[in-house]
Nanobody, 126 residues
Framework: VQVEESGGGSVQPGGSLTLSCAAS????????IGWFRQVPGKLREGVAC????????TIADSVKGRFTVSKDNAKRTFYLQMNNLKPEDTALYYC????????????????????WGQGTQVTVSS
């Protein structure tokens, strides 16, 4: 399984960015895509995850109301829309995929995800 994310960059506080993620190589159409972020010296934080087939969704409290996740089934691509960005959102953002994680279930962002992208940097600064 390969996971590839894109769309990072630099933005001023209050701005928006959209990250994209695509996973290939699964033998099933039912899998989960998760978004995580990490700042050097800190633990990786789960941001959001979504199911590829049903409405399963988890959004971390730290970004709820500002970040949303969506998917384009035809393109098999998933999106993390980040609005009203704050300097504390600055991090390396990773996309992950797993066919055993169930978005919407408790702890979906806390379990071990098996497949990871390389990460894309998001910098929020004035």
């Amino acid at each position: 399984v390969q996971v590839e994310e894109s769309g990072g960059g630099s933005v001023q506080p209050g701005g928006s960015l959209t990250l994209s993620c695509a996973a290939s190589g699964f033998t099933t159409d039912h899998y989960a895509i998760g978004w995580f972020r990490q700042v050097p010296g800190k633990l990786r934080e789960g941001v959001a995850c979504i199911s590829s087939t049903d409405g399963g969704l988890t959004i971390a409290d730290s970004v709820k109301g500002r970040f949303t996740v969506s998917k384009d089934n035809a393109k098999r691509t998933f999106y993390l829309q980040m609005n009203n960005l704050k300097p504390e959102d600055t991090a390396l953002y990773y996309c992950a995929a797993d066919d055993l994680v169930i978005p919407g279930n408790p702890g979906a962002l806390d379990v071990m995800w098996h497949y990871w992208g390389q990460g894309t940097q998001v910098t929020v600064s004035s």
